[in-house]
Structure formats: C-alpha cells, structure tokens
C-alpha cells in the first residue's frame, strides 16, 4: 500500500532562513508526486509536481527514488511562505490517479 | 468564479441526522473526487467519479455514505445516520483527463460538525 510521511508537524524558521520541508513515500510502483500548499483561510492547491521539474515561488523538489524521498527546498523563507504544507503521491488504483497525502507541516516563518 | 464549488461551506447537525453535501467541478472536467479531512490530518480519499460513473470507493466509504454523480455534472455526497465519528472536512476536487496533466484542483470544502 502506498504511503506518505512528513515527519515534522511544525516547522519554524527565520525570514532568509533555507528551508527544507521532509518527505518520504513507500510505493510498489513509479511515483508521481506534488506538493500542495494551503495559505491561511485559502483552499489546497498545486504548488508543485515533479515532473515538472520547475520552481515555483523559489520552491524547488527533487525526487529521490533511492531514498523514497520528494523534500521540499528554498533557500531563503519569506513571511507569505507561512502555511501548511502537504505531499501527496498520485496512486493509479483502478486508473483514478487518486492522492496520498501526508499528514502536513505546518511552516511558521519568523520575522 | 471558474473553480471547484462546494455547497454548504459549514453544516451543524445532530446525530443521526442526514446531511447531503453538493460539489460543483470545473466544468470541463470529467474526472472528480471526495476526500475527508480530520484535524491534525492531511485529506484521505473516499471515491472518484469519471463523467457519471463511480469507479472505485475507499474502505473508508461505509454504507452509510453514498455519492452520485447525475449526469457527469456536479456530484453529491450524502452521510445518513451521521455520527460524531464523521465530523470531518470533506473535500471535492476536479481534473480532466488530459494527457499528463494530473493537477486536481480542491473545492474550498465542507466542514460537518456532529454534536
């Protein structure tokens, strides 16, 4: 069975601290992977998928199939970074690409 | 507002009572999704539809829960006999079958409070 874990509940760090959000998966098959975001009063949404391979608001994620490992990085935290964050693994059960998710970390950047 | 919908935001009921919740996708979107999220947890998923069929349902599903989705369009969730068990945020979520493109775009839920 698939599963996510995010082994920190809270995350505090100063404002231009590096960040690094941990996650780990277990899963039989290929992995696709996201991180999703949910801003304060604000619904879950896609922040970033590693296929893509992008940054977005200078987050960045490697997946890492030898460690089972999809941590999410930025090099210096803003304020507006404050949220919660989430990792997900797409699972294709039955074709539905449903999401795993972990339980979240809650990023607090400190002025 | 071209996004996920969901009706009601918040709904209060007693226990064993039925609630009936309705979500609303992108529009061009066949494929859609519920899931359940407890506090202190991140959201687990319940069932899926694509256009109008239910194709898989989670053993998190009890008989108690049932979802349709008439005509591919929007999709209700409905929880009879509530318990404060199912107090929950309950979440829908839309994506089209397109390619590689595996976004799910969230609703902004609904919170059932059982008392």
């Known amino acids: 069975a698939q599963r996510v874990t995010q082994p920190e509940k809270l995350l505090s760090v100063f404002k231009g601290a590096p960040v690094e959000l941990k996650c780990n998966y277990s899963?039989?098959?290929?992995?696709?992977l996201f991180w999703y975001v949910q801003y304060s009063r604000q619904r879950l949404q896609l922040l970033l998928r590693?296929?893509s391979r992008e940054s977005i608001k200078g987050f960045t994620a490697d997946l890492n199939k030898g460690e089972t490992s999809f941590h999410l990085k930025k090099p210096f935290a803003q304020e507006e970074d404050s949220a919660m964050y989430y990792c997900?693994?797409?699972?294709?059960?039955?074709?539905?690409?449903?999401?795993?998710f972990g339980k979240g970390t809650k990023l607090s950047v400190i002025p | 507002d071209t996004g996920v919908s969901q009706n009601p935001r918040h709904k209060i009921t007693k226990r064993g009572q039925n609630v009936t919740f309705r979500c609303d996708p992108i529009?061009?979107?066949?494929?859609l999704y519920w899931y359940r999220q407890t506090l202190g947890q991140g959201p687990e998923f319940l069932t899926y539809?694509?256009?109008?069929?239910?194709?898989?349902k989670s053993r998190l599903l009890s008989d108690r829960f049932s979802a349709e989705r008439p005509k591919g369009s929007f999709s209700t969730l409905e929880i009879q006999r509530t318990e404060q068990g199912d107090s929950a945020m309950y979440l829908c979520?839309?994506?089209?079958?397109?390619?590689?493109?595996?976004?799910?775009?969230f609703g902004p839920g609904t919170r059932l409070t059982v008392t």
């Open positions: 979520a839309s994506r089209s079958y397109s390619g590689r493109i595996y976004e799910q775009y």
């Open positions: 899963y039989s098959g290929s992995p696709e």
């Open positions: 590693h296929i």
């Open positions: 997900a693994l797409s699972y294709s059960g039955a074709g539905s690409y449903q999401l795993t």
């Open positions: 529009s061009e979107h066949n494929r």
């Open positions: 539809f694509q256009n109008e069929a239910q194709l898989e």
